[in-house]
Each structure stands twice: as C-alpha cells, then as structure tokens.
C-alpha cells in the first residue's frame, strides 16, 4: 500500500488556533525553530516535508512580495524588518534594512501617521503601507544561499524571473555544472541536496 502525504502552505498574518479531527485530534502550533532541531519528532517523511516548505517559503519572500502578507495595512518598517528575520532566521541591521526599504522609489509609501507609543516609551515610528513595487518582487535578499527549484512545482515563468535577477546583477552565480534547460532529466538525477533529491539548485550570493 502507497500512502500519499498532500502539505499546504499558507500565509496567515493572525492565528487564533488550530482544531484538528480523528488521527489529527492533537493538532497544535508549533514553533518552526523546534522541527528543525529535533525538538519534536514527526512521523513519517513530514520532517523532509517542512523543511520543503520552509525553504520554498524563504526563497517565495526574495522573488515575491508575500512579506507584506505577515503585516498589517500600515506598518512600521521594524515589523515588516521582523518577518525577514524570522523567515531566514538571521539578525538584520536596521539602518541597511531601511535604506534598502525607503531609498528605491516604490517599495513603501508614507501614511503620514506614526504608530501608537511603545510602554517604553520611544518616539512612535512611522506608518507605512506596500508599494506598487512589491507586485514585481522583494527587495531584500539573502546574501548567501542555495535557491531551490522543484520542477515539479515551479513555473518557466519563476525560472526566467530568477534569471532575470541575476542578469540585472541581483544575484551573482556559482555555477559546479551547467545543465540544458530542457535535459529536465539529467539535471534531476545530477543534483542531489541533502535530502532533497530531483530538485535543480541554484546557488548564488549577493553581488553587493
């Protein structure tokens, strides 16, 4: 008997909880960091799953403009700055993530309005809301790091889009070995990465 394991991948910028039935009766939410270091130990391949569907959702937030899903209408720029963080698991330093956010024309807009006082009592920071720019991608990327492309579940369009980037010297490729684009076969039964096997890899590095 083959079983087959279907996951989804949502975007939710406020979860009240989770109410699962029969064999999932003690459905919870979990932190993502306690999977991937073993704190909680899943059945099955559900591990390999996760770890899928976290590195998909981490290259998603460089070519899409899904970060804006995580936050409000309006937002400060530290909130919009924590998704990254959390996402790519990393420490960002807030005067570049600004200038990155507010120098380039279409990525925020100004509300003219500031958020409400913090306990400690700082002066409220500034409201924005998403540009047009964020319909064409995002403008923060990792600075090192293995683009994953399942062929299975990525369009040709999100391929010419990678491309596109590097060609615009967004991304700076390292390349072990080159593949034809349509030998899909040989460049799934060359590449293998960690457990992901069938998956055509990428990596690249910021060119800044």
């Given at each position: 008997?083959?079983?087959?394991?279907?996951?989804?991948?949502?975007?939710?910028?406020?979860?009240?909880?989770?109410?699962?039935?029969?064999?999932?009766?003690?459905?919870?939410?979990?932190?993502?960091?306690?999977?991937?270091?073993?704190?909680?130990?899943?059945?099955?391949?559900?591990?390999?799953?996760?770890?899928?569907?976290?590195?998909?959702?981490?290259?998603?937030?460089?070519?899409?403009?899904?970060?804006?899903?995580f936050?409000?209408?309006?937002?400060?720029?530290?909130?919009?700055r924590?998704?990254?963080?959390?996402?790519?698991?990393?420490?960002?330093?807030?005067?570049?993530?600004?200038?990155?956010?507010?120098?380039?024309?279409?990525?925020?807009?100004?509300?003219?309005?500031?958020?409400?006082?913090?306990?400690?009592?700082?002066?409220?920071?500034?409201?924005?809301?998403p540009?047009?720019?964020?319909?064409?991608?995002?403008?923060?990327?990792?600075?090192?790091?293995?683009?994953?492309?399942?062929?299975?579940?990525?369009?040709?369009?999100?391929?010419?889009?990678?491309?596109?980037?590097?060609?615009?010297?967004?991304?700076?490729?390292v390349?072990?070995?080159?593949?034809?684009?349509?030998?899909?076969?040989?460049?799934?039964?060359?590449?293998?990465?960690?457990?992901k096997?069938?998956?055509?890899?990428l990596?690249?590095?910021?060119?800044?």
């Open positions: 008997m083959n079983v087959v394991t279907v996951a989804y991948l949502a975007v939710l910028r406020d979860v009240k909880g989770v109410a699962g039935g029969s064999d999932a009766a003690a459905a919870a939410l979990l932190p993502v960091s306690d999977l991937l270091n073993g704190k909680i130990e899943l059945a099955f391949d559900h591990l390999r799953i996760q770890r899928d569907a976290i590195e998909r959702f981490r290259v998603e937030l460089e070519i899409t403009g899904i970060a804006t899903a936050v409000g209408p309006t937002f400060t720029l530290a909130e919009l924590s998704v990254y963080e959390a996402v790519w698991d990393v420490q960002l330093d807030a005067a570049n993530f600004r200038r990155s956010i507010v120098a380039e024309e279409g990525w925020v807009v100004p509300t003219g309005r500031r958020a409400k006082p913090g306990s400690a009592g700082a002066w409220p920071a500034e409201l924005y809301r540009g047009k720019a964020w319909r064409h991608g995002g403008p923060i990327h990792r600075t090192h790091r293995k683009v994953i492309l399942p062929i299975p579940v990525y369009s040709k369009d999100d391929v010419l889009h990678v491309k596109g980037l590097i060609e615009a010297g967004k991304y700076r490729t390349i072990d070995r080159t593949v034809p684009l349509e030998d899909v076969v040989e460049a799934t039964r060359y590449v293998e990465t960690g457990e096997t069938g998956n055509v890899v990596t690249v590095s910021s060119s800044a």
